[in-house]
């Protein structure tokens, strides 16, 4: 009885594994209704499993095109019309910490500034740092694109290389009342 316990479970993981990792990779842009029925079924009860297990990165992080773009955030109040950095995402935080809002701040930039995922980061953001309400706050990304030069750049290229920076807001709002 134990040896078929133990097969059943072991069955029931695997379905259930197969079952996150499909839904969490169909894109409801493909507009295929049985795909996308099965992702909103299935999406809302497997999506903490995916993130938490770590298997929300995208193909790109390991094929031979991986992602090049280095982004930095931080959060800025306005203060008499100057801006002052209250939070800065980059490696000064704990990797556990830096990792979760660099996951969020992925799907913001992905989401667009009027996105309630957004508005309810930068409103914990104005919570936590004690923001009084109506002050206004912003969201910040610096990002530099690593080259893809057509040939393979030697170790001194790469020592001497300086990132091109960039810098946009993604966001920027008043601080909500505290709830």
């Excluded at 996105?115 to 912003?138: S, Y």
Aim: aromatic fraction near 10%; charged fraction near 20%.
């Amino acid at each position: 009885m134990p040896k078929v316990f133990t097969r059943t479970a072991i069955i029931l993981f695997c379905l259930w594994h197969m079952s996150a990792v499909v839904a969490f990779s169909i894109d409801t842009n493909w507009s295929i209704p049985p795909l996308t029925i099965f992702k909103n079924v299935v999406n809302p009860w497997t999506r903490p499993y995916i993130l938490l297990t770590g298997q929300w990165q995208q193909w790109n992080l390991f094929s031979p095109d991986p992602l090049r773009r280095i982004s930095q955030y931080r959060v800025d109040q306005s203060i008499n019309e100057t801006w002052h950095t209250v939070l800065a995402i980059d490696a000064s935080l704990p990797y556990p910490r830096r990792a979760g809002m660099t996951k969020t701040l992925r799907r913001i930039e992905d989401r667009g500034s009027n996105d309630a995922l957004t508005q309810r980061f930068l409103a914990l953001v104005c919570r936590d740092k004690g923001i009084p309400e109506g002050m206004k706050v912003r969201l910040q990304r610096r990002y530099s694109v690593l080259p893809k030069p057509s040939e393979p750049l030697s170790m001194q290229q790469w020592r001497e290389y300086t990132p091109q920076w960039n810098e946009d807001t993604l966001a920027e709002i008043p601080c909500p009342a505290s709830p």
